[in-house]
């Protein structure tokens, strides 16, 4: 089973601040088979992007995921007051499907 | 657009069985794609629980196989989880979702429903 680890646990930024989430797998992940979700309080999580880098429909552009092997990011360019949630990184590259425990950020 | 709707009974006692439906709106279940079932633990973890094909074949997580049942109805346009000796460990959001496969790999998720919680206890 292949474990995902991300930080920071936590982050508190302002609006207009650029933000950064590291998603870090035990292993490799093939063929870069790594989701992004944006979970807000009493709702279910959503798609963010898939492929690693590639945007779901309907996803602002300040939304943007990159990296490969073990090593992955979500950056959020320039944080919107809706963009406090907690966001989980998901792998798909094994048979059996794993989530990370989340990082929450939070806009002040 | 595809809509997802969870329902099932909110408490179950411990030893018996979890059941679940989810019904789908906006897309016919026949019509392609896996359909699968996610749970949240109150300490906010996700687990993948499996996932459903309209032609009937099923991908289980291994931690879950022994004791969970994915089904389809495709005449209702819904699919069923059913989990069985089920303890306190196993309450949690139980989530449905329209699932996507990739060659060589797995599944994500790229709708979900609302979610419904399910309590375990007597």
């Known amino acids: 089973e292949i474990v995902l680890t991300q930080s920071p646990g936590t982050l508190s930024l302002s609006p207009g601040e650029g933000a950064t989430l590291s998603c870090r797998a035990s292993?490799?992940?093939?063929?870069?088979?790594l989701a992004w979700y944006q979970q807000k309080p009493g709702q279910a999580p959503r798609l963010l992007i898939s492929?690693?880098?590639s945007r779901a429909t309907g996803i602002p552009d300040r939304f943007s995921g990159s990296g490969s092997g073990t090593d992955f990011t979500l950056t959020i360019s320039s944080l919107e007051p809706e963009d406090s949630a907690v966001y989980y990184c998901q792998q798909y590259g094994s048979s059996q499907v794993t989530f990370g425990p989340g990082t929450k950020v939070d806009i002040k | 657009q595809v809509q997802l709707q969870e329902s099932g009974p909110g408490l179950v006692k411990p030893s018996e069985t979890l059941s679940l439906t989810c019904a789908v709106s906006g897309f016919f279940i026949s019509s392609g794609y896996y359909w699968g079932w996610i749970r949240q633990f109150p300490g906010k973890g996700l687990e993948w629980i499996g996932s459903i094909y309209h032609t009937g074949s099923t991908s289980y997580n291994p931690s879950l196989k022994s004791r969970v049942t994915i089904s389809e109805d495709t005449s209702k346009n819904q699919f069923s989880v059913k989990l069985s000796s089920v303890t306190a460990a196993d309450t949690a959001v139980y989530y449905c979702a329209r699932v996507a496969r990739v060659p060589g790999g797995s599944e994500y998720f790229q709708h979900w429903g609302q979610g419904t919680l399910v309590t375990v206890s007597s």
């Open positions: 292993q490799r992940v093939s063929s870069s088979y």
């Open positions: 492929g690693a880098s």
